[in-house]
């Protein structure tokens, strides 16, 4: 293994460690995707990628959101570049919007609500891009 595999494996690592910690359940493989984003009920689903400047406001933004009055059922990711074929399959539930790495889906009952893409965090703050999603989470999610 090169220095730059090496590399790639550390930071794809913290970037995984850093959403698990926050609450976030990974979702690997296709079937779990499905098994999840079947229920009823909110999640949200993080696409989590380890692209410069978006990752890097995406991952504290998704660990500072979820601290509210209001916030979905559950909380998932998927890794955008890493498990390739789970990432693929939660995109199949965003009817109606592009890939997007790293973003932010909602979904209620299975089925699309909104999303938050790469192009709204990309550039902001964290604090900010916390602010579209709790509006999110106070328009779709009821109070914990």
Known sequence: MNNFNIFMDDIVGQARMEIERAGYEQLTTPEQVDETLQQEGTT?????????????????????????????????????????????????????????????ALLKDG????????????????MEVVGKLQSIFDEHCEEI
Not at 44 to 59: E, F, K
Not at 61 to 78: G, N, S
Not at 111 to 126: A, L, Y
């Open 44 to 104: 949200l689903v993080m696409i989590n990628s380890v692209c410069g400047c978006a990752g890097g406001v995406a991952r504290p933004a998704a660990t500072h959101a979820i601290h509210y009055d209001k916030r979905p059922d559950r909380l998932v990711t998927v890794f955008a570049g890493q498990d390739r074929e789970a990432t693929e399959r939660a995109r199949e539930y965003f009817e109606g919007f592009p890939p997007s790495s790293p973003s932010f």
């Open 111 to 126: 089925k699309i609500v909104t999303m938050v893409e790469r192009h709204d965090i990309e550039g902001f703050q964290p």
